[in-house]
């Protein structure tokens, strides 16, 4: 059981606009600690999409975006692709004895 | 540009001590300003957030883990290492290496292409 709540899976057909949920509790998210997103791609590691909530660091497309609000994020990627197809993985930073850095359980993106 | 890569067994027996390195270059492990770290990754499941050493010293574990971790790091070869011990075929996962950093909240921004580890008889 993750710490972070993240839908099992989600999909879209290509140019579409879809969303990844990530739920955490007053120990993360409303104690005022960031969401970072990550994208595993098939057999690779994970790579930093989105940080600080919604900042994207270079090399990353303006297609990608992320937000936060009270104990909630989600990502959003818009004219999706068929390389957008990977596990998509929120991260944050946690009070409590779950340990001080926290994961979501991972959301896999089928592009239909 | 950081580079880091993960070294050590792919196989490992239940009960011994599970033993990798990470080789840091583009970067200092000594610098006050990263959190070197250990992430796993179990088959087919999730990220699993090990520990970190920071100013190439202190360290800071996972409360579920601590009991049989350590990190260590080795300043003049720019490495640090996990050790895990007591190890049973549940530690059996990918294991990379990362950089921390702490600004716009505490994220990893590089990563070693990870290393599976098994742990069988």
């Known amino acids: 059981q993750s710490v972070l709540t993240q839908p099992p899976s989600v999909s879209g057909a290509p140019g579409q606009r879809v969303t990844i949920s990530c739920t955490g509790s007053r120990s993360n998210f409303g104690a005022g600690y960031d969401v970072h997103w990550y994208q595993q791609l098939p057999g690779t590691a994970p790579k930093l999409l989105i940080y600080?909530?919604?900042n994207r660091p270079s090399g990353v497309p303006d297609r990608f975006s992320g937000s936060k609000s009270g104990t909630s994020a989600s990502l959003a990627i818009t004219g999706l692709q068929s390389e957008d197809e990977a596990d998509y993985y929120c991260?944050?930073?946690?009070?409590?004895?779950?340990?001080?850095?926290?994961f979501g359980g991972g959301t896999k993106l089928t592009v239909l | 540009q950081v580079q880091l890569q993960e070294s050590g067994p792919g196989l490992v027996k239940p009960s011994q001590t599970l033993s990798l390195t990470c080789t840091v270059s583009?970067?200092?492990?000594?610098?006050?300003?990263?959190?070197w770290s250990w992430i796993r990754q179990h088959p087919g499941k999730g990220l699993e957030w090990i520990g970190y050493?920071?100013?190439?010293?202190?360290?800071y574990y996972n409360p579920s883990l601590k009991s049989r971790v350590t990190i260590s790091g080795d300043t003049s070869k720019n490495q640090f290492s996990l050790n895990l011990s007591s190890v049973t075929a549940a530690d059996t996962a990918v294991y990379y290496c990362?950089?921390?950093?702490?600004?716009?909240?505490?994220?990893?921004?590089?990563w070693g292409q990870g290393t599976l580890v098994t742990v069988s008889s």
């Open positions: 050493i920071y100013n190439g010293v202190s360290t």
């Open positions: 583009g970067g200092s492990i000594s610098s006050g300003l990263y959190y």
């Open positions: 991260q944050s930073y946690d009070t409590t004895l779950s340990g001080l850095v926290v």
């Open positions: 600080g909530n919604n």
């Open positions: 990362t950089r921390g950093v702490n600004n716009y909240g505490f994220r990893f921004d590089y």
